[in-house]
Nanobody, 123 residues
C-alpha cells in the first residue's frame, strides 16, 4: 500500500526558497516513479516535475525549469522538490504522486496521490 504525505509548504516572499518533502510509508518506494503537481485556485492541476525510479531521469515543466529541482532518496522513501526564486504565480497546493509505469508528465500516469501542501508566495 502506498501512502504519500507531503510537508514543507508555507508562506514565503517572492525570490525565496522552500523545500517540499513527500514521504512514502510503503516498502516499495523505489518501484515507483514520482511526480510533483500543483493546483492554484480556480485552475486545473498541472505537472511540475517528475523523477524516475532510480533518480537518473528528471522532467520539468517549462515554468519551473532552472528554478525547481526534484530529487529522491530511496533509502529514506522520500522525494523532494527544492524550489528557488519563487514567484507569486507559484502559489498553489502542491501534490506528490507515485506512478507504476514509466516516468509520466501527466496526471493520468500516476496511481497514488498525497493530500497536498499549500505554498503561498507573497509579492
Amino acid at each position: 500500500q502506498v501512502q504519500l504525505v507531503e510537508s514543507g509548504g508555507g508562506l514565503v516572499q517572492a525570490g525565496g526558497s522552500l523545500r517540499l518533502s513527500c514521504a512514502n510509508s510503503g516498502r516499495t518506494f523505489s518501484s515507483y516513479a514520482m511526480g510533483w503537481f500543483r493546483q492554484a485556485p480556480g485552475k486545473a492541476r498541472e505537472f511540475v516535475a517528475a523523477i524516475s525510479r532510480s533518480g537518473g531521469v528528471t522532467y520539468y515543466a517549462d515554468s519551473v525549469k532552472g528554478r525547481f529541482t526534484i530529487s529522491r532518496d530511496n533509502a529514506k522513501n522520500t522525494v523532494y522538490l527544492q524550489m528557488n526564486s519563487l514567484k507569486p504565480e507559484d502559489t498553489a497546493v502542491y501534490y506528490c504522486a507515485a506512478g507504476e509505469r514509466g516516468t509520466p508528465t501527466w496526471l493520468e500516469g500516476y496511481d497514488y496521490w498525497g493530500q497536498g501542501t499549500q505554498v503561498t508566495v507573497s509579492s
